[in-house]
């Protein structure tokens, strides 16, 4: 069974400031993909970023970039010069061999101006 | 909008009816897939089609659920005996699958909001 934990329920942010979510995970395969998604107030779920595990090399997609420790199992996600769009819920989430989503119980991040 | 779409967006029904839910994916994406969230939590896989072929299942999905899709275009999600305890955001993905063992992103809907009185 694969197991996703988010053990930060809220977080806040000076907009401008840099912010890390984090994210550990459990699972038995060896080629899983991780991802971060957001999902704002009443809006739908949006990828922000991906990570294959059998790459070493960090995922960043402008702002938002990822600490991929593959030994620890965690995948924290660094946000940079935070924005109030940016205020939602961050879950973060894991696929294995069956193509399914497994999500952890996500991460409220306010943005304060 | 080229996007996922779920339709109703709200449903409130009473104990014991039984509602459907419907998806249309992304027009060129053959994976679908349904999952359920509830308030405060992660969204929990239900079920996923590739093409019309649902190929798995979770032990979430008990038998007053059942899942189509057709012609491999859109989908419906049926709840039969409706229970108090299903009420829940039903969300609605999709993705296009690549080479075999590769990951293939989900784009999600906006989902369907039932509520069980």
């Known amino acids: 069974a694969q197991t996703v934990t988010q053990s930060q329920p809220e977080m806040s942010v000076q907009e401008a400031e840099t912010v890390t979510l984090s994210c550990t995970y459990d699972?038995?395969?060896?080629?899983?993909?991780l991802f971060w998604y957001k999902q704002p107030p009443s809006r739908q779920m949006i990828l922000v970023i991906r990570q294959e595990a059998y790459k070493q090399q960090n995922a960043t997609e402008n702002r938002f970039s990822v600490n991929f420790q593959k030994a620890a199992k965690s995948f924290s996600l660094k946000i940079s010069d935070s924005q109030l769009g940016d205020t939602a819920m961050y879950f973060c989430?894991?696929?294995?061999?069956?193509?399914?989503?497994?999500f952890g119980s996500g991460t409220q991040l306010t943005v304060l101006p | 909008d080229t996007g996922v779409s779920q339709d109703p967006r709200h449903k409130i029904t009473k104990r014991g009816q039984n509602v459907t839910f419907r998806c249309d994916p992304i027009?060129?994406?053959?994976?679908l897939y349904w999952y359920r969230q509830t308030l405060g939590q992660g969204p929990e896989f239900l079920t996923y089609f590739q093409n019309e072929a649902q190929l798995e299942k979770s032990r979430l999905l008990s038998n007053r659920f059942s899942a189509e899709r057709p012609k491999g275009s859109f989908s419906t999600l049926e709840i039969q005996r409706t229970e108090q305890g299903d009420s829940a955001m039903y969300l609605c993905?999709?993705?296009?699958?690549?080479?075999?063992?590769?990951?293939?992103?989900?784009?999600f809907g906006p989902g369907t909001r039932l509520t069980v009185l």
């Open positions: 699972t038995s395969e060896s080629n899983y993909y």
């Open positions: 027009s060129e994406h053959n994976r």
């Open positions: 989430a894991l696929e294995g061999s069956a193509r399914q989503l497994t």
């Open positions: 993905a999709s993705s296009l699958s690549g080479l075999a063992g590769q990951s293939d992103t989900q784009y």
